[in-house]
């Protein structure tokens, strides 16, 4: 409880950078239908594809501050040091990003329907997918973060390792919002994505840790 309210403040006290991939998130979604026209058939094709990359991007551009700055100021060292437990402290910080940044995304995802002029139906499955298939995606953000965390331009190198794992995420997720938009049953790819989310959620605090205690001790 402890590390969870603390990290909670942290993430308060940088409103800033946990704002920054939302906007980014938000311009996307909102000068798509401005580049590709306002007929009504293009936008609902293109819709749920056009928010997902922005939600996959706004997510990717949010992980750089996900352990950096506890690399930088001591607190990881201090927390190994003290062998307090990594994978649960990790877990704890990527749950509460996952709260700012892919919980908001999921919400803002229902401006689709006067954007892309989605039906309701079908923005709430698309967050049904956003929900189900981004804590993967984070997961799969923190170890390229986790990896890159000692280099100098790190940060540029994250997109590079996390975009290729990400992509199967991000087919199968849109592929089960069209499913259910032609009427047929999309709840397994949900239920695929879930369970590769929970998985993830499972396993990799453990590896991440891993990789932290070792750029740590480099």
Do not use: C
Not at 15 to 31: E, G, M, N, S
Not at 88 to 110: M, N, T, Y
Not at 168 to 173: E, G, N, Q, R
Not at 188 to 205: E, K, N, R
């Amino acid at each position: 409880m402890q590390l969870w309210r603390r990290e909670w403040q942290v993430k308060q006290q940088g409103a800033v950078q946990w704002l920054y991939p939302l906007v980014l998130f938000l311009v996307i979604i909102t000068l798509f239908p401005l580049a590709v026209g306002s007929e009504p058939a293009l936008l609902q094709r293109l819709g749920v594809a056009a928010v997902w990359i922005a939600a996959l991007l706004s997510l990717v551009m949010g992980v750089d501050g996900l352990f950096k700055p506890a690399f930088d100021n001591g607190t990881l060292a201090q927390l190994i040091v003290a062998k307090a437990s990594l994978p649960l402290w990790v877990l704890i910080r990527l749950v509460i990003h996952w709260v700012f940044s892919s919980g908001i995304v999921a919400a803002l995802s229902l401006l689709a329907v006067p954007l892309f002029q989605l039906s309701w139906f079908e923005a709430w499955i698309l967050m049904a997918s956003i929900v189900a298939g981004s804590p993967m995606l984070l997961m799969l953000s923190a170890v390229a973060s986790s990896l890159t965390l000692s280099l100098k331009n790190g940060a540029v190198l994250v997109p590079l390792i996390a975009l290729p794992m990400q992509l199967p995420v991000l087919i199968f997720a849109t592929g089960a919002v069209d499913l259910f938009a032609t009427g047929l049953n999309g709840l397994p790819i949900l239920a695929l994505l879930l369970a590769g989310s929970i998985m993830s959620v499972l396993i990799m605090p453990w590896v991440i840790a891993m990789t932290l205690k070792m750029s740590w001790l480099n």
